[in-house]
């Protein structure tokens, strides 16, 4: 379940951890999205945005990462901290999925968002399974 790869790689990063910390050992990462009454500065959603399949059984899948940040240097900070962890990250096994390959496929930034005060980047990534 690459759910699970993505959040287990993600709260076992110093660097994440550091940047994403809710406390209490909990961290502001979300599948899909914020959860409604969450308070914070920096967050990280995640979402499989193209599934592709192939035979003999390797399943691709690219992953959307939004980045939200208080500030412009924060948002930038978790992207570099996304791709040490995703960028290059081969024949790795956490959560119960065998991941062959991945690489960054986009990076962007989706500007400031006034309503909420906060700054938007988006990271994709192409992680090919086993």
Do not use: C, W
């Amino acid at each position: 379940m690459i759910e699970q790869y993505v959040y287990n790689r993600i709260t076992q990063d110093a660097a994440l951890q550091a940047l994403l910390s809710a406390g209490g050992g909990k961290y502001h990462i979300y599948p899909a999205v914020v959860p409604t009454g969450v308070t914070f500065t920096k967050a990280v959603t995640f979402t499989t945005i193209i599934t592709t399949d192939a035979f003999p059984a390797i399943e691709s899948r690219n992953v959307q990462f939004n980045i939200f940040a208080g500030t412009h240097s924060d948002a930038v900070a978790i992207a570099k901290a996304l791709s040490d962890v995703f960028n290059d990250d081969n024949n790795q096994l956490e959560g119960g999925q065998a991941v062959v390959y991945s690489i960054r496929k986009s990076e962007s930034d989706l500007g400031y968002n006034f309503d909420d005060k906060l700054y938007q980047r988006e990271a994709t990534y192409y992680f090919k399974l086993k």
